[in-house]
DNA sequence: CGTCTCAATCGATATTCATCGATGAGATGA
DNA sequence: TCATCTCATCGATGAATATCGATTGAGACG
């Protein structure tokens, strides 16, 4: 903030000479980013984060039956979604008679709930 | 966890008639799930949230000629990644002389982590 | 068994998106 | 003024994705 006026580099250098401090980037950190991503994006629908937004409010699970009305796509868009949002480990679902039950899973959220902090 | 073995409803039933609790969800929650959806899908992709790991490990500024290098794809692929982070308003850049510097704006980020929490 | 219901899957389609190479914009310096 | 450098934008292309309607599969019930 304060002593960061000379971060800008000459203008005169040889070229290929670096402007600035060479960035390093473990692939550590590079794997867990990678991880990252994929919950980020099954969380980047706008669908799919409503969904997950409903599952959170109701703390125990919600029918699929009851999830559809909430949105404007027909059922099989809506049930699309949940397999993206399974597959990511974001929730879950059990099958008690004829209709499926989802819930989150509350790993996936803190784990970038983590990465973020 | 306890007393819920009776959340699965009796299959017997009049014709439209719901399943179980009916869910509710305010438009409130609504327009703020999606609003969390733009954040999330622009950290959603593996290169992107990968600028935004190397921006915050380097807590000043970072020039957009060491974070091409950084990545397999070419310099206006990254650009365009850059845009979709600043239109996203996860990162921010300030032009010096020649060079682009690119920094994280907490804010968008400190949004979705609040929101998972 | 046959039929009904709910949810998952399939096939097709239109849209979005990541990527590239080329070009453009702006600054620097000869 | 002109060449060079960095980065942004443009246009095209192939891949991924969101969506739909139709079908399938699994349970429940009679």
Known sequence: MTLELE???????????????????????RAEAERMA??????????????????????????????VPLFDVGQSTLSHHLK???DAGIVDSQRRGLWAYYYV????????RTWLS
């Open 38 to 67: 994929v919950i980020a994006k099954a969380l980047g629908d706008p669908i799919r984060l409503q969904v997950v937004d409903v599952l959170r409010r109701h703390a125990g699970e919600v029918c699929v039956c009851e999830l």
């Open 7 to 29: 971060l800008a580099p000459k203008v005169k250098r040889a070229p290929g000479e670096p402007c600035c401090e060479p960035v390093v980037y473990p692939d550590v950190e």
């Open 84 to 86: 993206k949002l399974r």
């Open 105 to 112: 899973r509350p790993d996936a959220l803190e784990e970038l």
